[in-house]
């Protein structure tokens, strides 16, 4: 089993940053790929798709709106997986969470929320004037 911890949400103004942070305990090394998804208040359906990457750190994916002002990176050493968000809109507002693929899936459908085994229980993120 793959714990995953979420922090760093918090209500921030438009046009800050933000970085979250995604712990894993557990088998630490039960994952392949570590993605970070969100969901808006009174939004149905799937959770929408940020980022993701391998464990080796080698591969990365990037939800084509996202690109440009979200990153994500880790600290095998911290067991910590990161989401740096810049130029932060009231669009993004949502709660984050952060989840672990256990079998590496092709990367093309690391977007796919159903391929995940393990998830956070998020962490809330309000952007507003």
């Known amino acids: 089993q793959v714990q995953l911890a979420e922090s760093g949400g918090r209500w921030v103004r438009p046009g800050d940053s933000l970085r979250l942070s995604c712990v894993t305990s557990?088998?630490?090394?039960?994952?392949?790929?570590m993605g970070w998804f969100r969901q808006a208040a009174g939004k149905d359906g799937d959770r929408e798709f940020i980022?993701?990457?391998?464990?080796?750190?080698?591969?990365?994916s990037y939800a084509r709106s996202m690109k440009g002002r979200f990153t994500i990176s880790r600290d095998n050493a911290k067991n910590t997986v990161y989401l740096q968000m810049n130029r932060l809109e009231p669009e993004d507002t949502a709660v984050y969470y952060c989840?672990?693929?256990?079998?590496?899936?092709?990367?093309?459908?690391?977007?796919?929320?159903?391929?995940?085994?393990?998830w956070g229980q998020g962490t809330q993120v309000t952007v507003s004037s």
């Open positions: 989840a672990a693929m256990a079998r590496r899936y092709n990367l093309g459908s690391w977007s796919d929320a159903s391929r995940y085994d393990y």
């Open positions: 557990g088998r630490t090394f039960g994952w392949s790929v």
């Open positions: 980022a993701a990457m391998s464990r080796t750190g080698g591969d990365t």
